[in-house]
C-alpha cells in the first residue's frame, strides 16, 4: 500500500477521493470483510499523509454525491434514478455511452472533486 500511496501522490498534484465512512460499512455484514481487507481507511491515511508531505492536494467528495449513477460523458451529466450493486454496465438513455460502473464513477468523483476546488 505504501508503494501505491507514493506513486499516486508523486504522479499526480490532485487525488480525488469519496469520502466514505468505512466504520459505517463494516456494519453490512455481507461486505465487512471485503472493505476490510481492502484496508480503506488506511489508504485515505497514507494518501493524506503523503499529499501534505508532497504539497499535492487531496480532493474529498462528499459520500452521497451519486458518483456511479450520474453519466460521466462531457456535457451530458443524465442520473440514473436507481443503480442496485449488481449492475456492472450500464448504458446512458440521453446520450447512448455505454459506461462500467467503477471506470465511470472514478471519472465523476475525478471531475467533482476539480469541480469544488
Avoid at 22 to 31: E, F, I, Q
Wanted: aromatic residues 6%; contains cysteine.
Amino acid at each position: 500500500m505504501h508503494k501505491v500511496t507514493t506513486r499516486l501522490v508523486r504522479e499526480n498534484q490532485a487525488i480525488a477521493i469519496e469520502d466514505l465512512t468505512v466504520r459505517n460499512m463494516l456494519k453490512n455484514h455481507s461486505l465487512a470483510r471485503a472493505i476490510s481487507d481492502a484496508a480503506w481507511s488506511e489508504l485515505r491515511r497514507m494518501l493524506e499523509y503523503k499529499t501534505a508531505w508532497h504539497g499535492r492536494e487531496i480532493l474529498l467528495v462528499d459520500r452521497w454525491f451519486p458518483s456511479s449513477k450520474l453519466c460521466s460523458t462531457p456535457g451530458c451529466a443524465h442520473m440514473n434514478e436507481k443503480m442496485p450493486l449488481n449492475v456492472w454496465t450500464w448504458t446512458c438513455p440521453s446520450c447512448g455511452a455505454v459506461h462500467d460502473r467503477d471506470v465511470n464513477a472514478a471519472k465523476t468523483i475525478l471531475a467533482a472533486g476539480l469541480a469544488e476546488r
